[in-house]
C-alpha cells in the first residue's frame, strides 16, 4: 500500500498528544496537592471529589465514543471535537487552579464544579484524537506508526510537565503559592490547547464511515463479542495505574520521603529516560517476538525493578531513581505494544463483526485509563485519611513509609496483575494476517476519500 499520510499531519499529531498530555499530566501531578495544601480542602472531602469527578468523567468516555461515531459533518467524523473542543479545556483548567475564596468549604463548591467540568471538557477530545489514528489510512503500518507518533508525542508532554513544572512553580512563587499554579495552569494549558486545535486542522480523515448512522447493538457487539478486547481492555486497567498512581503521588513522595519538592525534575529526568529508551526498541522488538510475550515480559521485569526499593529498604535517592528508571522504560514497552495490540482488536472486530467502532474502542480505552486513574487517586486518598494527613505535616517513618508504598509498591503490584488477563489474550501474529490478509481482499469497505 502507498503512503498516504503528510509529514505535517505527522508532526501536528505528535504536538497535539504532546499539548494534550501537558494538560493532563499538570493536572495529575498537581489538582490533589493545589486541593489539600493550598486550597486547604480535608485529604477526605479531596478524595471524594476526585473520585466521584474521575468516575463520571470515564462514564463519560463511552458516552462520548457513541457520540463521535454517530457524528457526520464536512470536516469529518472525529476532527470537530479537535478543532472546537480545546478552548473549553483550557478555560477550564485554568479555572481548577484559581483560588476564588480562602474558606476551604466555598473552596471545596468551587473545586468540585471546575474539577467536573475540566473532566467532561478534557473527554470531548481525548477520545476523538486517539480514534483518529484508526482513520487517517487503511495502511495498517502507517496506522500502527502514526499511534506510536502519538504515544511518543504523549511521553514528551509528560516529560515536559515532568521535569520542568516544578521549575515553572518555583520560579513563579514556590509549591505552596497559589498564584505560582494558576499561572502554570494558564501557560500549560495555552500551549497545549493551541497544538490540539493545530492537530484538527491539519488531519485528514481517509477512511470514511459507512452513511447510515452508527447502530447500538453493534457497538454493544463490538465490546462484548470481541475476546481478545476483553482482556485487553482489563490489563490496559491495571497497567496504566502504574503510572497514574505515580502521577498523583510524586509531589507528596518528594516532600513527604525525599524531603524536597526539586526531586520532581529528577522523577520526570527518570521517566525521560526510561519511557524513550523503552518506547524506541518496542517496534523492533515486537517485530520480532509476539506483542503479548513482550507484554508479559515487560510487565514481570517492571515489577521487578518497582518492587526493589521497598525490598532493599534504603533512603538513597540515587538507587530510587535508578530503578524507577528502569521500571518506566518497561513502561514505555507497554505502552507501544499495548497501543499496536489496539489497532490489532480493532481489525478483528471488522473482521469478525463487521463493524469497526473505533470511538466506541478507543472511547473504552480511554475510560479504563480515567477509571484505572481514578482507582489510582482512590488508593492515595484512603492512605492519606488512614495516615491522618494534613498539610505541611511532620516526617515521620509512617509517613513516610506510605508515600513510598504508594511509589513502588502499588506500582509493582499493578504490573504483576496486568499478566493475568495477557495469558487469555489469544490474537496471534498468524491469526492477524489472516484478518490481515482477508480485509485487504475486501477493499476498503468504507471508501477512502
Keep these: 500500500m502507498k503512503k498516504e499520510i503528510r509529514l505535517s499531519e505527522k508532526i501536528s499529531y505528535t504536538t497535539a498528544l504532546l499539548g494534550q498530555n501537558m494538560i493532563y499530566n499538570f493536572m495529575a501531578m498537581y489538582i490533589m496537592f493545589f486541593f489539600t495544601d493550598i486550597l486547604r480542602i480535608p485529604a477526605s472531602a479531596v478524595t471524594v471529589i476526585v473520585v466521584i469527578a474521575s468516575l463520571w468523567d470515564a462514564i ?10 454517530r457524528t457526520r459533518t464536512k470536516f469529518g467524523k472525529f476532527r470537530p471535537y479537535l478543532i472546537f473542543g480545546p478552548p473549553f479545556i483550557f478555560i477550564s483548567t485554568v479555572l481548577c487552579f484559581t483560588l476564588f475564596s480562602s474558606d476551604p468549604m466555598k473552596s471545596l463548591v468551587f473545586s468540585t464544579v471546575f474539577y467536573i467540568l475540566w473532566d467532561m471538557s478534557y473527554t470531548v477530545s481525548d477520545v476523538p484524537i486517539w480514534a483518529m489514528s484508526s482513520v487517517i489510512s487503511r495502511n495498517p503500518v ?42 502554570s495552569a494558564l501557560i500549560i494549558a495555552a500551549i497545549g490547547s493551541i497544538l490540539m486545535m493545530i492537530c484538527g486542522i491539519i488531519l485528514k480523515e481517509r477512511i470514511e464511515p459507512k452513511k447510515e448512522k452508527a447502530d447500538l447493538r453493534n457497538e454493544i457487539r463490538t465490546i462484548t463479542q470481541n475476546r481478545p478486547m476483553l482482556f485487553l481492555m482489563i490489563a490496559l486497567l491495571l497497567v496504566n495505574m502504574v503510572n497514574n498512581i505515580r502521577q498523583a503521588v510524586q509531589l507528596y513522595f518528594v516532600v513527604y520521603a525525599w524531603g524536597d519538592s526539586s526531586y520532581v525534575t529528577y522523577i520526570g529526568a527518570s521517566l525521560v529516560l526510561g519511557m524513550v529508551l523503552g518506547m524506541a526498541v518496542t517496534p523492533k522488538v515486537i517485530d520480532h517476538t509476539g506483542k503479548k510475550q513482550v507484554f508479559i515480559s515487560a510487565c514481570i521485569f517492571g515489577a521487578v525493578f518497582s518492587l526493589l526499593p521497598m525490598l532493599i529498604l534504603t533512603s538513597s535517592v540515587i538507587f530510587g531513581l535508578i530503578m524507577l528508571c528502569l521500571s518506566f522504560a518497561f513502561t514505555g514497552v507497554t505502552t507501544i505494544t499495548s497501543a499496536a495490540m489496539l489497532m ?31 482507582i489510582s487517586k482512590a488508593i492515595l486518598g484512603i492512605m492519606m485519611v488512614a495516615i491522618g494527613y494534613v498539610d505541611a505535616m511532620e516526617r515521620t517513618p509512617l509517613v513516610t513509609f506510605s508515600f513510598s508504598s504508594m511509589m513502588y509498591l502499588v506500582p509493582a503490584i499493578a504490573f504483576a496483575l496486568t499478566i493475568i488477563p495477557l495469558l487469555f489474550y489469544d490474537l496471534t501474529d498468524e491469526k492477524l494476517a489472516k484478518i490481515q490478509k482477508s480485509l485487504n481482499n475486501k477493499g476498503d469497505i468504507y471508501g477512502d476519500i
Design 344 to 374: 490489532d482488536v480493532i481489525d478483528y472486530s471488522e473482521y469478525r463483526l463487521g463493524f469497526r467502532g473505533e470511538g466506541i474502542v478507543f472511547s473504552i480505552n480511554t475510560f479504563l485509563n480515567k477509571l484505572s486513574n481514578t
Design 142 to 183: 502507517e496506522k500502527n506508526r502514526m499511534v506510536t507518533l502519538g504515544k511518543i508525542g504523549g511521553t514528551i508532554g509528560t516529560v515536559i510537565v515532568a521535569v520542568g513544572s516544578i521549575s515553572i512553580i518555583n520560579a513563579l512563587g514556590g509549591e505552596r503559592n497559589g498564584k505560582a499554579y494558576f499561572y
Design 60 to 69: 463519560n468516555d463511552p458516552i462520548m465514543g457513541a457520540i463521535a461515531d
